[in-house]
């Protein structure tokens, strides 16, 4: 005979699963707003470069559109990325070598509800720096969108964070507290550029249009520039599709890394 569990008691167990994750993405958030070194660089950062390259090259045309609207896709990306990377690379990185996974592991806490936690966080974080460049744009850029559009390339920037939040845990349990900054700039940077996001990629040197269909940064680019019309790829669907497999990677790696930590300090 099997056990008939309660409607009451399984509507409770479900409740209370929502308040452990509630509460960690609640804590996550105040942890984040409390260290302003973290919001100020993830926010600054994309829009310091929108805003000086806009403004130097704003007007031009490119790929049929203004070189400011252009960019408002391609900084997006760079913005979301780094959210997204420095969020978990760094941060996952930092609380181990605090011993805090240690304290996870013991706690009764679903393991899934940290890094849930931390995903809400970066998809958030680049929809703010999305909205952000958006206003700018219309500021200094003089860009000016159909709302379809904008609605559009907004939903790509947000979902695009996903993959480089499995890269970005892959690094947090690859790199100690130390060096997860140094990794993930190194990485972080030269993709950004090299991916066509700092300079439109048809201005760019032959050899890094070559190499930039090899970098996620640059599919994640080019479906934020779908919506305008000013992408290079005949067809999204093999950028999703190197998106959807650089994702499956980063997070097969990030799950043994994870077994392999046990939650151990690292200094």
Not at 88 to 106: H, I, N, S, Y
Not at 208 to 223: C, D, M
Not at 233 to 253: D, E, G, K
């Amino acid at each position: 005979m099997t056990r008939t569990v309660p409607v009451s008691a399984r509507a409770q167990r479900r409740r209370s699963l929502v308040a452990i994750y509630w509460t960690e993405f609640r804590n996550e958030v105040l942890k984040n707003v409390r260290m302003p070194v973290f919001l100020v660089s993830s926010l600054a950062f994309p829009l310091m470069f929108y805003a000086l390259f806009g403004l130097i090259f704003g007007r031009e045309s490119v790929a049929g559109v203004t070189t400011a609207t252009y960019m408002l896709a391609t900084f997006g990306t760079f913005g979301v990325m780094g959210a997204a990377l420095f969020g978990f690379g760094v941060g996952v990185a930092t609380e181990r070598g605090q011993g805090w996974m240690v304290l996870k592991r013991a706690s009764p806490m679903p393991p899934l509800a940290y890094f849930a936690a931390k995903t809400l966080l970066a998809v958030m974080m680049g929809g703010l720096i999305t909205l952000l460049l958006f206003v700018l744009g219309g500021l200094i850029g003089g860009v000016s969108l159909p709302l379809g559009t904008l609605a559009s390339m907004f939903g790509i920037l947000v979902s695009g964070a996903i993959p480089f939040c499995a890269m970005g845990l892959a690094f947090g349990y690859m790199a100690g507290p130390n060096s997860a900054p140094i990794l993930v700039n190194l990485i972080y940077l030269p993709m950004g550029f090299f991916g066509g996001l700092w300079m439109p990629l048809p201005i760019l040197p032959a050899f890094i249009q070559g190499l930039a269909p090899w970098l996620p940064s640059y599919h994640f680019g080019q479906l934020a520039l779908s919506p305008l019309g000013a992408q290079s790829i005949a067809s999204p669907w093999p950028s999703v599709a190197y998106l959807a497999a650089f994702t499956a990677i980063f997070l097969a790696l990030a799950t043994v890394l994870y077994r392999r930590d046990r939650g151990r300090p690292v200094g």
